[in-house]
């Protein structure tokens, strides 16, 4: 197997798998892998929870806060984990 592949860098290309990628019909990109689905599933559920749980946090404010930041941190999941060889 080894022999097969010339660079160190395209056997690691191959072994690489992404969770996230193009989408076949639409823009964007969506969970191609279990991994993908999973974090797509626990952000769900955390945003879900953080509007079951908002009426116990002190200020409204907090609420949005929550809410960015876990859609900022999906973002960077996403971007971490993006297979940027398909063309958009």
Same mark, same amino acid.
């Given at each position: @197997? /080894? &022999?097969?592949?010339r660079?160190?860098e *395209?056997?690691?290309?191959?072994?690489?798998?992404y969770?996230?990628?193009r989408?076949r019909?639409?823009?964007?990109?969506?969970?191609?892998s279990?991994q993908?689905?999973a974090i @797509? /599933? &626990?952000?769900?559920?955390?945003?879900? *929870?953080s509007?079951?749980?908002g009426f116990?946090?002190?200020?409204p404010?907090?609420e949005g806060?929550?809410?960015?930041?876990?859609?900022f941190a999906?973002?960077?999941?996403m971007?971490?984990?993006?297979d940027?060889?398909?063309?958009?």
């Open positions: @197997m /080894a &022999a097969q592949y660079r160190p *395209a056997y690691m290309a191959k072994q690489r798998s969770w996230f990628g989408k019909v639409g823009w964007g990109i969506g969970p191609t279990w993908g689905w @797509m /599933a &626990a952000y769900t559920a955390l945003m879900i *929870a509007t079951k749980v116990l946090v002190a200020h404010m907090w806060v929550l809410a960015v930041s876990l859609t999906l973002f960077a999941v971007f971490v984990t993006y940027r060889s398909e063309r958009l």
